[in-house]
């Protein structure tokens, strides 16, 4: 049975960093393909960064050079770095694993950008 956890949303100051987590247990695999989501309220899900198998990521525009996707040595955590939050980044946010020839999604992770 796979397991995803997100974890390391909170609240931060304009300006500051937080970095969240997507965990995975259970999969027969690792090294998953993962996107990171996010909601705010009244928007729509938009997908903010990805990484392939192969290590390839890929960044919406409206937070390419703040944020950085990447996973550990043993593929099977991923996180998102995420520095210089603004409050338009005020989010759930929604890890989504690619694990075999399922998709599992994350409980999703408030972020709350305010001074």
């Known amino acids: 049975q796979v397991q995803v956890v997100e974890s390391g949303g909170g609240s931060v100051q304009p300006g500051g960093s937080l970095r969240l987590s997507c965990a995975a247990s259970?999969?027969?695999?690792?090294?998953?393909?993962v996107n990171w989501y996010r909601q705010a309220p009244g928007k729509q899900l938009e997908l903010v960064a990805s990484?392939?198998?192969?290590?390839?990521?890929n960044y919406a525009d409206s937070v390419k050079g703040r944020f950085t996707i990447f996973r550990d040595s043993y593929g099977t955590a991923v996180s998102l770095q995420m520095n210089g939050l603004n409050p338009e980044d005020t989010a759930v946010y929604y890890c989504?694993?690619?694990?075999?020839?399922?998709?599992?999604w994350g409980q999703g992770t408030q972020v709350t950008v305010s001074s």
């Open positions: 989504y694993v690619f694990s075999g020839l399922r998709q599992y």
């Open positions: 259970g999969t027969d695999s690792s090294n998953f393909p």
């Open positions: 990484i392939t198998g192969t290590g390839f990521t």
